[in-house]
């Protein structure tokens, strides 16, 4: 219970005449004791808070950057109107700075034995699981003077998905996809790769394509087509332990490295390819495995969603026991990790034989742009020595990718922006000529 605005308003308002002209506790009585009796009146009048009953509806989940709309549903099963605010809480990070206040508050009118719905609108700024607090119910009576207080547990929990905001380019990789598949005017044969059919020769195609034996059989010359191999097993290993908390532009390099596998496991499933994930730091942070073409991408946002950068150093020779174990046969492993010197010189070098005799290995690695700036900068001492900083770091991170290189691995390096479409070039690559 609570003594509204109001209620002070009046009680300051009789007392300036009191003091005025007739300063007494009885004329302080005479103000206040009416006022109370209203108070006590209003109060009375006022619908109970214990007695309502709250639901939930709404969404569950949310890409990171939209808006979800989550109900509330108020009974009043008392005898009495409801005249209310209400505030329902959830954590800050639900709305954008400066929002959540007016987002999550709310005034309300029930009649006696109806029911009404509030809807309460979120906008996450961060992935994972927002779980709704305490809701607070303040009801007034007739006279706006005094208040009952409550507050309700009515649990609800919206799950903050990643954006994948490469999906935008993946039109343009399924049409180079059907051009590998020769679904398109564009036939290309593939060293290594799977035989589809016969045609007939047309002029321009590779007379090494000709199949002799079929021409000997047929009046007209045939050639065989070819297209990709199919239903490849594609490992997603998401390195997240310290290097991946590192900032680049305004989100981590975890962010950047689920974007880019996203736009590859939807790829990649086209292509009719099978693809799992593994986040791992010093244990398993997430597992997604046996996933049908249509299951797979949602199962992949969904285990991400959860997913936070550790601040521990990779286990290696742990990440590297547990790929073999998720990808007991030969595999693409795409490895979205650091290519900074010291954790690949001292983790990854060391144990990545084990990978690469068994599985093709390509590793991936978030580059930050503001380095490639720096590079340029002139006209002051501070720019010259920020200049030759950042070529210093430019040349380790190419040391270090053709340290990999050397070991049979095919490297990507690029800004956030540009690594999942870099990644899935590098992955049709790979697939044109054979080697998955």
Not at 43 to 56: D, E, I, K, Q
Not at 375 to 382: F, S
Request: overall charge positive; some cysteine.
């Amino acid at each position: 219970m609570a003594l509204t605005g109001r209620a002070a308003l009046l009680a300051a308002l009789g007392s300036i005449p009191i003091g005025i002209w007739e300063p007494s506790w009885t004329g302080i009585l005479a103000v206040n004791g009416p006022l109370a009796l209203a108070c006590a009146c209003d109060f009375a009048l006022a619908a109970p808070v214990r007695r309502l009953v709250l639901t939930r509806s709404g969404d569950t989940s949310v890409r990171l950057g939209e808006h979800a709309d989550v109900t509330l549903t108020v009974t009043n099963p008392s005898r009495r109107p409801l005249r209310a605010r209400l505030r329902d809480a959830w954590p800050p990070s639900s709305w954008q700075p400066g929002t959540g206040i007016e987002a999550s508050r709310h005034r309300l009118a029930v009649p006696p034995g109806e029911r009404r719905r509030v809807t309460t609108r979120l906008s996450p700024t961060r992935r994972g699981d927002r779980q709704a607090d305490r809701v607070t119910v303040r009801s007034y009576g007739p006279l706006g003077l005094f208040t009952r207080q409550g507050t309700h547990k009515v649990p609800w929990t919206v799950r903050v998905l990643p954006p994948f905001t490469s999906r935008k380019h993946l039109p343009s990789k399924l049409a180079r996809l059907r051009e590998l598949d020769g679904r398109t005017s564009v036939l290309i044969r593939g060293e290594g790769t799977e035989f589809d059919s016969l045609r007939e020769y047309v002029p321009g195609d590779d007379t090494r394509s000709i199949d002799w034996r079929a021409t000997a059989r047929q009046t007209t010359v045939a050639v065989r087509t070819w297209r990709p191999e199919r239903d490849r097993h594609i490992l997603l290993v998401l390195d997240t332990g310290r290097t991946s908390a590192g900032r680049v532009g305004d989100s981590p390099r975890l962010d950047a490295s689920m974007d880019a596998a996203l736009l590859l496991a939807a790829l990649a499933s086209r292509a009719g390819d099978r693809v799992d994930l593994l986040a791992y730091d010093r244990r398993v942070r997430a597992l997604v495995q046996g996933r049908t073409a249509r299951d797979v991408l949602p199962g992949l946002v969904n285990a991400m969603a959860t997913l936070e950068p550790e601040l521990v150093e990779t286990d290696a020779r742990g990440l590297t026991a547990t790929a073999l174990r998720t990808a007991p046969r030969r595999s693409l492993i795409v490895l979205l990790t650091t290519l900074d010197a010291a954790p690949v010189e001292e983790g990854l070098l060391p144990v990545l034989s084990q990978l690469t005799q068994r599985h093709t290995v390509l590793v991936a690695s978030v580059a930050d742009p503001h380095i490639a700036s720096m590079v340029t900068a002139r006209g002051n001492a501070d720019a010259v020595y920020e200049a030759a900083a950042a070529a210093q770091a430019q040349a380790e991170r190419q040391r270090t990718a053709e340290q990999l290189r050397r070991h049979g691995v095919t490297v990507v390096d690029a800004t956030p922006s540009e690594l999942a479409p870099v990644l899935a070039d590098a992955y049709l690559a790979l697939k044109a000529a054979g080697r998955l």
